[in-house]
């Protein structure tokens, strides 16, 4: 119950703070309940530039599940299924990549990123972002395809199929499970990523929601309401998403600290 | 789909029947090297490389600028007699600490909680899963604006907060730093118990019941006991985390007071892409990496090894 209010309170003085002046927020201060109802700091938040952080944030988010889409399924595939020692090898090689902290490799990235050309670019964030989400949504993934029993391997052997149509007609259909976790997982990361665009980029056209906000709090740092009315909106499609995969996510997460 | 019995691989192997229809029904299609080969290369390019990169840059003098120079030990040894790394890498292990201790039992007694399985539990994990969901940028400036000395919490409650600058003390700012943290990570946390406790066998506590154990009983003589792998696992991941804390300092404290708060990943941070000694930055990262593989690798050790050791341990 405690909890409940150490949750609820911070949240209930930004909503509260987001829909009043600026001027009657600092005069009834936050804990006071609001008693006038207006939108225009979130209107004005977007003629701020919110608008283009949105977009360029949808950008990064989107491209990182794709990749994650494109790569993790297949290598999950082969570390399940295949018997070669290189996919064990390769396994291990991404459990030893959950322990490297995105704040340990940012130096050299900046390099690798410089040296490729793809400093302030949105694909030079979206690159290391979706490497960084590998490891967890590969060990999420191999979880839910070990659970495929071998019979229903060898029914589709005995009807002669090749590994490809294993794969995409028996192995994704039943993993869906584990695929909608790892597409919450990714988007998440991508959507709330900081480290990365902080360093990689640094024009207005490339900002995401995140530097927004923190440049917003910089710059404007007395204007709280609008400074609220922005952390709100950043994070309004985040709260969508757990409202409809709230089970995904939490299942995912579940079993990434209890395996 | 009912499975009774999930076999491992071997024997899954060893169990197909190996009298069928024909050679052919035996070769059950299996995927190659190659399959994993894309995901392993991006892998590799992007985290790998770097990880191996940051050793290298750690041993070279770099502004950003010119191409990197070998520097032999310069780095390091700058680092030993530097005051403010010091105090950095020290704040970073006693953050962390503090970290630990507030986030354990509050995430053991909330995932214990949500593991059972009272009315309204849906709806209100609903609610207290919340801030996993927030970027750390988000909850950063939602507690910068909460605690403003002029226009916050604080202001209206001077005769809980004095003067109310929380973050102007060092006191005030670890406090505050290590508030944010709780608030943010222990649902979290509390996800790891939650599946935990779910596995525990009913029949123990059916045992215990029988037995006349009351709930604190069960508790510390069942539940605990039971969570020792999940307490290893979670307290690690705290350990990493807490030391590679970096959005929050650098959006409620900038490090300070002076260099109060100004953690190790700050302070390297700070050394890289603010003073363009890209050297010693990379000589941080190198030794955040070693410190966090240290702790990780001790905290296995004292829980892994000592298996008869009292049921409260961990805690």
Redesign the interface.
């Known amino acids: 119950m405690l909890w409940l209010g150490l949750v609820a309170f911070p949240l209930y003085v930004m909503l509260g703070a987001t829909v009043q002046s600026r001027i009657e927020y600092s005069t009834n201060g936050p804990l006071s309940l609001p008693r006038s109802f207006s939108l225009s700091n979130y209107t004005q938040d977007f003629s701020n530039g919110f608008g283009l952080y949105f977009l360029n944030t949808l950008i990064v988010t989107a491209s990182v599940v794709g990749i994650v889409l494109l790569l993790v399924p297949p290598l999950a595939f082969s570390i399940v299924r295949s018997r070669s020692r290189g996919s064990v090898r390769i396994f291990r090689l991404f459990l030893l990549g959950l322990a490297i902290p995105a704040q340990a490799v940012i130096v050299p990235m900046f390099y690798v990123i410089s040296k490729a050309g793809l400093y302030d670019n949105l694909i030079g964030v979206i690159l290391p972002t979706a490497a960084f989400c590998l490891p967890v949504c590969a060990l999420i993934l191999t979880g839910t395809m070990r659970d495929i029993t071998g019979e229903l391997f060898e029914a589709m052997a005995i009807d002669g199929a090749t590994t490809r149509r294993v794969f995409f007609q028996l192995v994704v259909p039943l993993s869906r499970g584990g695929l909608a976790t790892i597409v919450v997982f990714s988007a998440l990361q991508a959507w709330n990523g900081f480290l990365f665009p902080l360093v990689l980029t640094q024009s207005e056209e490339t900002k995401v929601l995140t530097l927004g906000l923190y440049n917003f709090q910089t710059e404007h740092g007395i204007d709280i309401p609008g400074l609220l009315a922005a952390v709100v909106l950043s994070t309004v499609p985040v709260l969508l998403v757990y409202l409809f995969a709230r089970r995904a996510l939490v299942q995912g997460l579940m079993g990434v600290g209890g395996k | 789909?009912v499975?009774l019995t999930?076999?491992v691989e071997g024997e899954?192997?060893r169990?197909?029947?190996r009298t069928?229809?024909g050679p052919?029904?035996?070769?059950?299609?299996?995927?190659?090297?190659?399959?994993?080969?894309?995901?392993?290369l991006?892998?590799?390019?992007?985290?790998?490389?770097?990880?191996v990169?940051?050793a290298?840059?750690s041993f070279a003098s770099?502004n950003?600028l010119e191409a990197?120079r070998f520097a032999g030990l310069d780095n390091w040894s700058g680092l030993l007699h530097d005051p403010v790394m010091i105090k950095s890498l020290w704040l970073s292990v006693l953050l962390t600490g503090l970290g630990v201790v507030t986030q354990t039992p509050?995430a053991i007694l909330?995932g214990v909680w949500a593991a059972g399985r009272q009315r309204n539990r849906a709806v209100?994990s609903?609610?207290?899963?919340?801030?996993l969901?927030?970027?750390?940028?988000?909850v950063s400036?939602?507690?910068?604006?909460?605690l403003?000395p002029?226009?916050?919490?604080p202001?209206?409650a001077r005769w809980l907060f004095g003067d109310g600058n929380l973050l102007g003390s060092r006191t005030g700012a670890i406090s505050v730093l290590v508030l944010v943290a709780t608030?943010q990570f222990?649902p979290?946390?509390a996800?790891?118990y939650?599946?935990?406790a779910r596995?525990i066998p009913e029949v123990l506590y059916q045992a215990a019941a029988i037995d006349g154990a009351g709930r604190v009983r069960r508790f510390f003589h069942i539940t605990l006991p039971q969570l020792r792998n999940?307490v290893i696992?979670?307290v690690i991941?705290m350990v990493?985390?807490g030391?590679?804390t970096?959005?929050t300092v650098?959006?409620l404290t900038q490090g300070g007071p002076g260099t109060d708060t100004s953690i190790s990943?700050y302070y390297?941070?700070q050394k890289?892409?603010r003073e363009f000694d890209?050297g010693q930055?990379?000589a941080i990262?190198?030794l955040?990496?070693v410190v966090?593989?240290v702790i990780?690798l001790i905290v296995v050790r004292i829980s892994g090894y000592d298996k008869m050791a009292g049921t409260k341990e961990g805690m």
């Not at chain 2, 052919?24 to 392993?40: D, N, Y």
């Not at chain 2, 609903?126 to 801030?131: E, I, L, N, Q």
């Not at chain 2, 002029?150 to 919490?153: A, D, Q, R």
């Open positions: 789909m499975v999930t076999p899954r192997q169990q197909r029947p069928g229809r052919s029904a035996h070769t059950v299609a299996r995927p190659g090297i190659g399959w994993a080969l894309p995901a392993a991006f892998f590799t390019l992007f985290a790998i490389v770097p990880l990169l940051v290298v840059l770099w950003g990197p509050l909330l209100l609903a609610v207290f899963f919340v801030p969901l927030l970027s750390a940028t988000a400036v939602l507690w910068r604006a909460l403003d002029n226009f916050g919490v202001a209206q608030w222990t979290f946390h996800l790891i939650q599946g935990a596995a999940s696992t979670s991941l990493v985390g030391l590679t970096f959005d650098l959006i990943a390297m941070y890289a892409f890209f930055g990379a990262a190198l955040l990496v966090a593989t990780s």
